[in-house]
Nanobody, 130 residues
Framework: EVQLVESGGGLVQAGGSLRLSCAAS????????IGWFRQAPGKEREGLAS????????YYADSVKGRFTISSDNAKDTVYLQMNSLKPEDTAVYYC???????????????????????WGQGTQVTVSS
């Protein structure tokens, strides 16, 4: 059974940091791109960052570039999202998702379109207070 389990969310003041974790199981980790997404109330789900453990490539949305860093620990089948300089507008439910990676593709070429990702976690709430 495929499982993606997010953790690390919580309440933080503006300017603070959080590190989210996504623990994967039930599939071959290095055959998939893992992405982080978020969804705020009344807004569409937004792709933030993705990483391929096949070649180590990563990809970031412009909205988080320079503030968020994605990384993976292949030994633990876990992907992390380090979030710094958090703003109130970062408040949302954060999800990780997995997408089978095409031969020769990179995280960037696989993109961050939510409906193209096959498996999803249950989400973790991040709230940034002003």
């Amino acid at each position: 059974e495929v499982q993606l389990v997010e953790s690390g969310g919580g309440l933080v003041q503006a300017g603070g940091s959080l590190r989210l974790s996504c623990a994967a199981s039930g599939f071959t980790f290095d055959e998939y791109v893992i992405g982080w997404f978020r969804q705020a109330p009344g807004k569409e789900r937004e792709g933030l960052a993705s990483i391929s453990s096949t070649d180590g490539s990563s990809y970031y949305a412009d909205s988080v570039k320079g503030r968020f860093t994605i990384s993976s620990d292949n030994a633990k089948d876990t992907v992390y999202l380090q979030m710094n300089s958090l703003k109130p507008e970062d408040t949302a439910v954060y999800y990780c998702a997995a997408r089978y990676i095409a031969l020769g593709a990179t995280a960037q070429t696989m993109g961050l379109i939510p409906f193209e990702f096959d498996f999803w976690g249950q989400g973790t709430q991040v709230t940034v207070s002003s």
